[in-house]
């Protein structure tokens, strides 16, 4: 990381057919607070909105015309997960260490008044596309970690997102990727998930947790392997803690939404996923455990 150039990821991007379509269904999941409404890109072939689910950030994106990035994003991919967005103090001295060691630089502009944005190709960061818009001051948002979502039922659900989940081949080379040029501090170190198919560990990205997934080898294929014989590496599930899971999924079964991989480990602790084929792509982890709301 270079020296004295503070960084942190500001969100987590979602290419879409139809924000309000998109919109209306993210509504019904999660407590979301808007940020910034509907919108024209900094490019006229794009549409854009922001929310937070607590203090995390997600934006929707929404191509405009039949070449932009977005409609070709999705009609090689689908909907679903699409870039990371990172601001940064100092961008120009870290793009020229990131070129010096062959890692791609694209989408490079200036927009005036001291902005600038680059891209990491996705082709040198394990498959996630990587943004970064230079602000004179990093400022975390005042914001409480934990948001209520009352159901229809009367019943509240309290969630907080943990973290953003990259699927890679190998652990160890994209963790050292990343403490290569990002302000990291290493957390749990790789170790077998729940089912015994896949490796996980995590990271701290100023405070933002990163997880890494691989699939473990001499074992059966699971949803990582999958996921990487399919797409490769990349951005792979957004996981939210909730302190109530079976009325959440209640509703969202009744709602005709699609739950797969559930699975209680005891009273207290149980996971689920909401399918990306209900999700705009976006494959949503549900972890019950217990937490005070913050």
Known sequence: MIKGADMRVDHVSVAVNEIDTALAFFRRVFPLE???EKRRGFSDDFKWCDFYIGQFKLELIEPTCADSFVRRFIDKRGEGLHHMSLEVTQLQPLLERLEADGIRIVDRSTAGDGDM???ISPRSAHGVLVQFWQTPQITEPERPRTAPLRLRSGAVVNMRVDHVAIAVRHIDTAMNFFRR???????????????????FSNFLLNGYKIELLAEQPDQP?????????????GLHHISVDVDRLDP?????????????????????????FISPRSAHGVLIQFWQTPFHAE
């Open 248 to 272: 959440l999924l209640a509703q969202l079964e009744a709602d005709g939404v699609r739950i797969v991989d559930r699975t209680d480990f005891s009273d207290e602790i149980k996971t689920a």
């Open 117 to 119: 944005t680059a891209f």
């Open 181 to 199: 040029y990002f302000p990291v501090r290493s957390g749990r170190a790789p170790h077998p998930g729940y089912d015994g198919t896949f490796f």
């Open 34 to 36: 808007m940020r910034v």
């Open 221 to 233: 294929p699971g949803f990582v392997s999958r996921f990487l014989k399919r797409h490769g590496e």
